[in-house]
């Protein structure tokens, strides 16, 4: 992960910002400023990385790159730093091989001391050179004048300049005006054949400029870009399959896979030809226009040399005429006297800037070196523990997003407001004030998400709201525990619901009718015992004594127990009328019938079972329920008009306090009428009126057919009635000591 350890090799060089000077200074504080803080990009500069680049010694470590990329290479791992007030300049290499380092920081401080220092080097001594001819050319044209003005000064004799003619003086001011003219002219020669020679060298170098311009076009070419479009939608088309986790060896991918390496093909030949085509008409164009400029410099050299050929007429016959007239002006005398003057002040200013540049050039250079790169001994690891702690930073980053993508995408419920977030019906235990407070902090964080459910609030919360608010005591509530998938233990709920009525005073019975494995009746302990299965489907009439024989009591004793039964054959079933019956006949012994029926999703009968009932509960467990299954449950309860009173939060902790377990006292005793809480007028009154319990029986069994009548024949409105004790439920929540 750190990556390879990394040697830095460090030359150093000393840079005066002021150079040494006799008279007065040529430069500027600004430019001497300027020309130190230059240095680093001159360090850095192509013709100084180009020089290293060429160096036998580093050959063979820049041999593995490509060439054209080596100068690139070389100017990555290059660093130059310029200190100012020490005016030192350092030149480091990193180079995971100390001797690779050492060699390559060497070869680039050799590269900047040729190209730059001994380039500076050579320029003062060719200047130096060219001063003296120019100085000792300067003394053979002084002498010469001299003669001159002797010979001049001999033929006059005593004349003066008084014995000028007006013809004279006009005379000499032409002869300076061409002078002038002529000096003019050779000046703009000499930056024509200038500009003539730049032109015809310059030519060598525009292939490079020709590649990068036909690179250009070639980019900008709408064929060329149309087909990478074109192959841009098609790599988009290849990923896409691959992200749906789709076979390499499908012919979908087959196929995508033969049609790009024929775009591909298509956009290789494409641009082959195009760069070709490009190539020759900037080659034309460039040539033509090259060809054009030179053309232009020669015919202005031409007017150029014509112009000084004809100046230099002009003043030779100007000189002719002043030697004819010698004899009798003063003339050749002044002129030869003025170009006197100006030699000998132009040979004096040739002389002094030699003799400055002699002194200059014996001090100090102006850039040297101080040492050269030694071996480093050892590695740079700032960067690789940089690199950890980045790369740990982002690992956790990526570990925390795929754990956020995979919750969000397992929809499992995590928390109770992921049920009240999605649910449209109460939600049991979702309350604030259940909830236990936490202390800070993100361990607090996460403990609170695994453990903001404890067991028996939720249970309690629906206990109180749905059978312990009930005002009409007479009648008997049915409730079937259900989940949205089998793996859920809903037989967890169904216990603890039934051990609470029957901790507040209510007969309560307890039937299983999870018929996709009888989890609660292996629980209780009665896996083996006849149930609701044996009951006989065709005889209704002698349901009631059936029904006594296969109650069993449990340890609590206003709790009793209906196993699902046995069977003897896989496909055997429990019928929902059977459900039904069975409710209806004991309905006047119990207050409250609790079924544990199968998961929602998991049987088909489920359906039936809720129809049988008054009201159905969805189990929803943590870490274990999917809140997406939930909603879908709901909806398909909503669309069977299935009377649905919400949903209970559980932790699905095992507790040894809220299991049902069998009686051990063999058979079963005579069910007794349950208690009632009813005043003395109310006692006096059913003493005195002695119901069969046969006809209440059937009573009781119309009244429970015209409430499924009514219940079937207005969805609607029961829907309605659902939202609304939902959005109570949520304004004015209840709990179980209320």
């Known amino acids: 992960m750190m990556g390879q350890p990394k040697y830095v090799a460090e030359s150093y060089l000393r840079v005066r910002e002021q150079q040494d000077v006799i008279f007065s200074a040529q430069t500027s504080r600004s430019e001497d400023s300027a020309f130190f803080r230059s240095q680093t990009k001159l360090v850095r500069s192509p013709q100084v990385l180009a020089a290293a680049v060429k160096d036998p010694s580093v050959v063979d470590y820049v041999s593995p790159i490509r060439k054209g990329l080596r100068v690139k290479w070389l100017d990555d791992k290059l660093k130059a730093e310029a200190q100012t007030g020490s005016e030192t300049l350092t030149i480091s290499v990193e180079h995971p091989d100390p001797v690779a380092s050492q060699t390559l920081c060497n070869a680039v401080t050799k590269a900047y001391l040729a190209e730059i220092v001994c380039r500076l080097e050579h320029d003062r001594t060719e200047r130096e050179e060219q001063l003296e001819l120019a100085a000792k050319q300067a003394d053979a044209d002084l002498d010469a004048s001299w003669e001159k003005l002797n010979r001049i000064a001999e033929g006059l004799g005593s004349d003066t300049s008084q014995s000028l003619t007006l013809r004279d003086e006009m005379q000499f001011q032409a002869y300076r005006d061409y002078s002038r003219r002529l000096q003019a002219a050779q000046l703009r020669g000499s930056q024509l054949q200038a500009q003539l020679s730049e032109k015809q060298h310059g030519q060598q170098h525009t292939s490079t400029s020709v590649e990068a311009t036909t690179e250009a076009l070639l980019h900008a070419n709408p064929e060329v870009v149309a087909a990478r479009k074109r192959l841009l939608s098609l790599n988009l088309q290849i990923d896409a399959m691959r992200n749906i986790a789709a076979s390499e060896t499908s012919p979908k991918l087959l196929q995508l896979r033969q049609q790009q390496q024929f775009l591909l093909n298509d956009l290789a030949e494409l641009e082959t030809a195009t760069r070709s085509k490009i190539a020759v008409d900037l080659q034309s164009r460039s040539q033509s226009d090259f060809q054009h400029s030179v053309d232009q410099l020669k015919v202005e050299i031409e007017l150029n040399r014509s112009e000084k050929t004809f100046l230099r007429e002009q003043l030779s016959e100007f000189q002719i005429g002043s030697n004819d007239t010698s004899t009798r002006t003063a003339v050749p005398l002044d002129m030869s006297r003025h170009e006197v003057s100006r030699q000998s002040h132009l040979a004096d ?91 800070g902090g993100i361990t607090s964080f996460f403990r609170t998400r695994q453990n903001s459910v404890r067991t028996s609030d939720g249970v309690r919360e629906a206990v109180a709201r749905i059978i312990l608010r009930n005002e009409d005591a007479s ?15 809903r037989h967890l709920v169904s216990q603890e619901i039934a051990i609470l009525l029957a901790s507040h005073q209510r007969r309560v019975l307890l039937i299983d009718c999870d018929i996709d494995g009888g989890v609660l009746s292996r629980a209780a302990g009665a896996s083996n015992v006849p149930g609701i299965r044996s009951l006989p489907v065709n005889k209704p009439g002698d349901l009631c004594s059936t029904v006594a024989q296969y109650i069993v009591a449990t340890q609590h004793d206003l709790l009793d127990f209906l196993p699902v039964g046995t069977t003897t054959t896989p496909s055997s079933w429990v019928a929902p009328h059977s459900l039904r019956s069975t409710i209806a006949s004991v309905g006047s012994e119990y207050d409250a ?35 997406d299954l939930l ?108």
């Open 631 to 738: 909603s879908l449950c709901e909806e398909a309860a909503s669309d069977a008009a299935i009377p649905v009173c919400g949903s209970i939060v559980h932790s699905g902790k095992f507790a040894a306090d809220t299991t049902v377990k069998i009686s051990n006292v063999p058979g079963r005793k005579t069910i007794p009428s349950r208690h009632r809480v009813q005043n003395v007028a109310t006692e006096s009154i059913h003493s005195s009126q002695s119901i069969d319990d046969s006809v209440e029986r059937d009573l009781r069994r119309q009244i429970h057919e015209l409430r499924n009548a009514i219940r079937s024949a207005q969805p609607e409105s029961h829907s309605e009635k659902v939202a609304e004790s939902n959005i109570n439920s949520h304004a004015n929540p209840d709990t179980a000591e209320t």
């Open 593 to 627: 019938v609790i079924v544990n029926g199968p998961s929602f999703l998991g049987s088909a009968e489920s359906v039936l079972f809720a129809a049988e009932v008054d009201q159905s509960l969805f189990a929803t467990f943590v870490n274990v329920s999917r809140w």
């Open 349 to 439: 200013r040739l002389w002094q800037s030699l003799q400055e540049l002699q002194i200059e050039s014996q001090s100090q250079p102006r850039v040297s070196l101080i040492e050269l790169a030694s071996r480093p001994e050892f590695a740079n690891n700032s960067y690789r523990k940089k690199y950890t702690v980045f790369a740990g930073l982002l690992a956790w980053v990526i570990v925390v997003y795929a754990i956020g993508v995979m919750e969000w995408y397992d929809c499992r419920v995590r928390d109770a407001d992921d049920i009240v977030s999605h649910s449209s019906y109460p939600v049991f235990g979702a309350a604030p004030y259940m909830r236990p407070e936490s202390s």
């Open 475 to 489: 009648q008997t509530i049915s409730l079937m525990i259900t989940s949205c998938h089998p793996k859920e233990p």
